[in-house]
Structure formats: structure tokens, C-alpha cells
């Protein structure tokens, strides 16, 4: 059984910093293409940056040089550092995880979090 736990999320100021972690649990972060995404009400849920078991990441164009994504092997997580927030990053925030090891714009998340809310005020 694969649960993913979020935590982190809060409310900010335009232009101030967030960090997201996901701790997970029946699976191991380090050998699976884990992602963040995230859905903002009214709006489709978006992808916001994966990583893979080797490491390498991949992000939305909205959020590059913004929002890097990492994992703890040691601790089995998932991290989303955010910096220099906007309000379009305003949303729910998913932690998600795949079976495959790595990840292509096709690869199915069949495991997510209940998600972290994150608000960024102007």
C-alpha cells in the first residue's frame, strides 16, 4: 500500500518562499518518476515538475528557475522548493507517484496525496 503524505503548504506574499515536502511510505521515492502537480479552482490539474529515479528533472515552463523539485533518499521524500511566488502559483498542490522508474509526458500517477494548499496573495 503506497501513501503519500504532503505537508508545507501556507499562505504568502508575492515574491516570498515555500517549501513542500511528501513523505512516502510503500514506496521508494528514489527508484520511481515522482511528481508534483497542482490544480487551482476552476482549472485543470497541471504537472509542475517531475523527477526521475536517476535523478532528472523536468519542469512546467511556468515554474522554471522558480520551483525546483528534490528527493531525500534517506528519508524517503519529496520536496518542492518555491521561490519567487506568484499569485498564478495560487492551488492545491499534489504529491504523485508512478510505477515506472522513468518519466515521459505519458507516464500514468497512480498514487497521490491528499494535497497542501498553497496561497499567494499580491
Known amino acids: 500500500q503506497v501513501q503519500l503524505v504532503e505537508s508545507g503548504g501556507g499562505s504568502v506574499q508575492a515574491g516570498g518562499s515555500l517549501r513542500l515536502s511528501c513523505a512516502a511510505s510503500?514506496?521508494?521515492?528514489?527508484?520511481?518518476?515522482m511528481g508534483w502537480f497542482r490544480q487551482a479552482p476552476g482549472e485543470e490539474r497541471e504537472r509542475v515538475a517531475t523527477i526521475d529515479a536517476d535523478g532528472t528533472t523536468s519542469y512546467a515552463d511556468s515554474v522554471k528557475g522558480r520551483l525546483t523539485i528534490s528527493q531525500d533518499n534517506a528519508k524517503n521524500t519529496l520536496s518542492l522548493q518555491m521561490n519567487a511566488l506568484k499569485p498564478d502559483d495560487t492551488g492545491m498542490y499534489y504529491c504523485a507517484a508512478s510505477r515506472a522508474p522513468y518519466c515521459t509526458q505519458w507516464t500514468s500517477f497512480v498514487y497521490w496525496g491528499q494535497g497542501t494548499q498553497v496561497t499567494v496573495s499580491s
Open positions: 510503500g514506496a521508494t521515492v528514489s527508484r520511481t518518476c
